[in-house]
């Protein structure tokens, strides 16, 4: 029922986000909080695995930032959530600092990285696309829908951002995406 329910929600705000009905908020939040609050809602998956999640912001991203934190959540989450779901040893960690900063406009780069199994170079590019998943072959208890990461991308993209991988096969994966705030 659980795995039923995250596949209609993601099809839903995939259909959503296909019919361009996606609506950026420009509302204050603190970056800091937001971060730390992935993290903490990780946390007990991440204490069950017996792996760590780190949250840090830099000093230099501004303490309360205009944008839509609702979505840039679910980002975070989807993204923090495959760390963890993909990590057996080590651990995740969250990370914002700012890239610039003009006319009012704050670029923040959010990354999330791993230490778990990695993606191989060749499946890089495919797991960006929907239903697309890199580990399939005797993995079950690594379920999921496969658009999460093509969900996270539209939302990046709709921010005037975009998103990035870097990960090498057993050591682990970053990934790194830029916002306008
Ligand atoms: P889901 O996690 O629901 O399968 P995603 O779109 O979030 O869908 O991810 C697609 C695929 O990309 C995953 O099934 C997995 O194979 C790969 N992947 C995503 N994040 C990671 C990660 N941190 N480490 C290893 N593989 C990953």
Redesign the pocket.
């Known amino acids: 029922g659980v795995a039923l329910l995250a596949l209609i929600n993601?099809l839903l705000d995939y259909s959503k986000l296909e019919a361009g009905r996606l609506d950026i908020e420009h509302s204050p939040f603190s970056p800091q909080t937001l971060v730390q609050s992935v993290a903490e809602l990780l946390s007990p998956k991440a204490a069950d695995k017996g792996i760590e999640i780190t949250a840090y912001v830099d000093s230099t991203v501004p303490a309360e930032l205009y944008g839509d934190e609702a979505r840039l959540r679910q980002v975070l989450i989807?993204?923090a959530g495959?760390?963890v779901?993909?990590?057996d040893e080590g651990g995740v960690g969250i990370e914002a600092r700012l890239v610039a900063a003009d006319d009012g406009l704050a670029h923040v780069a959010f990354s999330?990285r791993?230490t778990?199994?990695?993606?191989p170079d060749d499946?890089q590019a495919a797991?960006?696309e929907e239903f697309?998943?890199?580990?399939?072959a005797g993995e079950r208890k690594?379920?999921?829908?496969?658009?999460?990461?093509?969900i996270?991308r539209k939302i990046v993209r709709a921010m005037n951002g975009d998103i990035t991988l870097a990960?090498s096969p057993g050591e682990?994966?970053a990934?790194t995406f830029t916002v306008e705030l």
């Open positions: 993601d989807n993204l495959n760390g779901k993909f990590t999330v791993d778990g199994i990695g993606i499946k797991i960006f697309s998943q890199a580990h399939i690594r379920e999921g829908t496969g658009l999460g990461l093509a996270a990960s682990g994966s990934f």
